[in-house]
């Protein structure tokens, strides 16, 4: 597994374009959203459906077309520096077929930031684009509006990459849950949606010599044991080199949690390090993924080689 091109950083006055390839978003925390963004100097404009709703299914923001037709848009747009999600929530996995890979290429790198759902669209970015993407908060999402940690790890990442290259796990957690040191270019998200996404044309057809990034929410315990025993069953796990587990949001208690990780992780042979401190947990950490990183389960830090924007 190769290191992806990293997009360029952002300058103050950038523009950024907020989209919803998902689910649709709650006005007021749109607003808020766009609110701290234009406190980072960001001008940021607004997709056509992130406020949409499709007509009968109304866990989407707008119809498949509508959705794709805004991130193409926002992507291709020159003026634009950035695109990042409003949030996640379900529905990436129906558009993201419809996108045009080669006008979005043809546009050259920029950033693109999201998480949760938007676990497809970073594989696909990875495949299609070969870009260096950020797994971290939804413009909109409740915790980012709520938290100042997570505003300043996105900010910082966004502007100041060379100041994040070693991200620490958020405390208390970061405990090896097997210990080592381990080195790879990084990869992952959503465990679920890695785990749906398997065989599909835009998703990375294995961890091999991956650091494999992991954070799910509200799946119980028997069901993450389902996806990481379909991961291992397929191969997909085979070769890869460490694993980072982030956070675990309403999915129960941690010891039970714990116990499926040993389990399904530990006979891997590889590091793991537990509650880092990425995902839908309180305070999120922006993760880039596509950079070749070190991972030291020990100290509970993922080193990147390179800032994750140029």
């Given at each position: 597994m190769n290191q992806l091109l990293r997009p360029p950083r952002l300058a103050p006055g950038a523009r950024v374009a907020v989209v919803a390839p998902s689910g649709p978003v709650p006005e007021e925390r749109l607003q808020a959203g766009l609110d701290i963004l234009r406190g980072w100097d960001l001008d940021p404009v607004v997709a056509p459906h992130v406020l949409g709703r499709h007509r009968a299914l109304d866990y989407l923001a707008g119809t498949d077309a509508e959705r794709a037709a805004d991130l193409r848009d926002a992507w291709c747009d020159p003026s634009?520096?950035?695109?990042?999600?409003?949030?996640?929530?379900?529905?990436?996995?129906?558009?993201?077929?419809?996108?045009?890979?080669?006008?979005?290429?043809?546009?050259?790198?920029?950033?693109?930031?999201?998480?949760?759902?938007?676990?497809?669209?970073?594989?696909?970015?990875?495949?299609?684009?070969?870009?260096?993407?950020?797994?971290?908060?939804?413009?909109?999402?409740?915790?980012?509006?709520?938290?100042?940690?997570?505003?300043?790890?996105?900010?910082?990442?966004?502007?100041?990459?060379?100041?994040?290259?070693?991200?620490?796990?958020?405390?208390?957690?970061?405990?090896?849950?097997?210990?080592?040191?381990?080195?790879?270019?990084?990869?992952?998200?959503?465990?679920?949606?890695?785990?749906?996404?398997?065989?599909?044309?835009h998703a990375h057809a294995a961890a091999r010599g991956g650091l494999l990034l992991i954070e799910d929410v509200g799946e119980s315990p028997y069901r993450l044991d389902r996806y990481l025993t379909q991961l291992l069953r397929t191969g997909w796990l085979d070769g890869v080199a460490g694993v980072v587990l982030g956070s675990w949001a309403t999915c129960g208690p941690y010891e039970d949690l714990r116990a499926v990780f040993a389990d399904r992780l530990g006979g891997l042979g590889v590091p793991v390090v537990e509650e880092f401190g990425f995902g839908h947990g309180e305070g999120a950490l922006t993760m880039p993924l596509g950079l070749v990183a070190e991972l030291d389960a020990g100290r509970g830090t993922l080193t990147f080689g390179e800032p994750a924007l140029s």
């Open positions: 634009v520096a950035a695109v990042l999600c409003a949030r996640g929530g379900y529905g990436a996995q129906r558009m993201v077929d419809l996108l045009d890979w080669a006008a979005m290429r043809a546009a050259g790198p920029k950033v693109f930031a999201g998480f949760s759902d938007i676990t497809v669209l970073h594989q696909a970015f990875a495949n299609r684009l070969g870009l260096v993407t950020l797994y971290g908060p939804a413009v909109a999402g409740v915790d980012f509006l709520k938290n100042a940690r997570a505003q300043e790890h996105l900010r910082a990442t966004l502007f100041e990459p060379e100041s994040v290259r070693t991200v620490r796990a958020v405390p208390p957690g970061g405990g090896a849950l097997v210990p080592g040191r381990a080195r790879g270019v990084t990869l992952g998200g959503c465990l679920s949606l890695l785990a749906s996404d398997l065989g599909t044309p």
